[in-house]
C-alpha cells in the first residue's frame, strides 16, 4: 500500500492507494503550529487496524516552502560571493547581508586568483556579531571547479554557521540565479528541517518502515533524509502535486487548463497534447529567479476561503483568508458561503452561511440571493482572467513540456480539469467562462496527494569534460575525477548514466524510475598554436517527471 500526504495551509489531505486504487481518503484542517497532530487525525481512519508495515511507501508534498517565501517568514542569509570579474556585483539584485570576497576560478575551472581565507574568516565573524546563523557560499563558474567555495564554507562553518554552497544547487552556470537559489537554500532550511522532524517522528510512532519521500516542484520525489539538504528543491510542491494527481487520473491527450482551488489560493496548471508545461531553467517566486527545474504554475491569492469585505458598495474577494468559510464558524464571509446560501453545496452550517453575507447584501441594497450570486460570480470570473492572462504569457515565448520543447505550439485548451475543495460548485462556471468543457476527476477533492503518492524519482546530472586539463566535474554532486587525454562525448554519456543510477538509487528511487535519457550533448575543439589542445565537453542526463502507474482512469 502507498500512504500519499499534502500538507497544505488549509487543509491536509491523505490518500491509501492499493493496487493503483484508493480504498481510503480524508481531508482535515492543517493545524500550523501542531502539525503532527493533523497527520495523526488525516491517518487515524486510514491505517485503522492497519499495522505500520502494511505501508510500503510514503510520499509528501507540501505548501511549507512556498508559504514561507510568500510571507518572508525565512531566516536571515549572509552571502560570501565569488564573482571574479565581468559583471559588476553592484548592478546585480543581491540579497541582504553580501559581501564579496577575494578567489576567482575562470569558465574552464582553473583557478586565476586565489581566496583569502583571513577575509573568510572575517566575514564569518560579521555574519556572527550580527545574529546571523545561515550562510551561502557562491562563486561565479564554481559548478565547473568548487575547491575555493568549499574553503571558504569550512571558514564560516568554524564560527557555527550552516552553509550552503551554490554548485550544489544545479549544473547551469547562471550566476544571477545560483546565488538565490542558495541564498533560499538556507533561508527555508530551518523551516523545513522542522517539518521534516516532524514528519520523521510521526512515521516512527505510527511504527512505519517504509521509506518516506518529499515531492519537489519538477513532480518527482527524493529520499526525505537526503531533502534535509537541500529543502529549496520543495518550493511549488503543493502545484506539481496537483498536476501530478490530475496527470494519473485523466487520460488526457490535447490541449487542457488545470485548476486546484484550495481554501486560499488557486493553482493553475496548463497540459500541451496531454503533458504538463514544465520551466526547465528555473522556476521564479516572489520575483527570485532560481535554478529549480519545476512544473511551469502559477498561484493566485483567491480560493474558497478567501475574506470577502465591502469596499463602499463593491465587494473584495481576497486575497487574504483569515479563517475558515463562516458555515464552519470562520470571522468573515467568503466565496465558500455564498456558495453554500446558493445551494451549490450542503457543506457546514447554512444560517451562519447566510448570517455573514447578511450585512453585505443590506449595505448593497439587495437580497441575500443577489449579493452571493455576485460573490460567487466574480469569484469565477477573477480566476478565468488570470487563466487566460496565463495562457497568453505561454503562447508568446517557447512551450516547454516535462517531454521536450514544442516549437511554434500555440496552446488552445478546450478542456478543464478541476480539483480541490470547491470543485464541484464552481467547474460549471469556470468552463463557460473559459469556454472549454469541466471535468472533475475522480477523487478531485485530494488529487494532490494522489499525484505525490504516484510520483517516481526525477534526478538530473551535468558532466562537463576538459581533456585538456584531463579533469572530468559533476556539478550538482561537488565531484571532480581525473579522465584520460582520449575521453570522449561517449565516455561522458556512460559516465553520466552510471552516477545518475547511483543517484536515484541513494536518492530511495526504485528500478521503475530509472528510464534515464541523455537531454544534452556538447562538444568543443581547443586550440592552442593551430592545433587541437584537446576537447571541452558537456553531457547533461536527466529522469523526467512521471508516475510510477496511473490510477484508474474514472470521471464523474
Sequence with gaps: MILGIDVGGTHTDAVLIDRFRVVKKVKVPTEGENLRASLQEATRSLLDRLSGDAVQRVVMSTTLSTNAIVQNKIDRVGMALLSGPGLAPALMELPENTCLLKGYVNHRGIEISPGDPGEALRIAEVFQAQGITHAGVVGKFSARNPGQEIAVAKALETRELHVSLGHRMSGHLNFPRRIETTYLNEAIGDLYRRFATDVLRFVREQRMTAPIYILKADGGTFDIERSLEFPVQTILSGPAASVMGIMTMTGACEDAIALDIGGTTTDIALFADGVPLFEPFGLTIEGRKTLIRGMRTRSIGIGGDSAVRLQGKTLSIGPDRVGPAAAFGGPLPTPTDAMVVLGLTAIGDGDRAAASLRPLACARRESLAETAAQIFGDTCASIALQVRAFIDEINNQPVYTIHELL????????????????????????????????RIPAHAEVANAIGAALARTTAELTLLADTERRMLSIAEEGIQLPIPHGFTSSDAIR?????????????????????????????FNMVRECSTAGKNIRVKVQIKPGAIAGLMQEAR
Design 407 to 438: 516549437e511554434g505550439k500555440q496552446l488552445r485548451p478546450r478542456l478543464l480539469y478541476v480539483v480541490g475543495g470547491p470543485a464541484q460548485p464552481m467547474a460549471a462556471e469556470l468552463g463557460r467562462l473559459l469556454e472549454c468543457e469541466p
Design 495 to 523: 559516465l553520466g548514466k552510471e552516477k545518475l543510477r547511483a543517484k536515484v538509487l541513494q536518492m530511495g528511487g526504485g528500478e521503475e524510475a530509472l528510464a534515464i535519457e541523455v537531454v544534452e550533448v556538447q562538444e
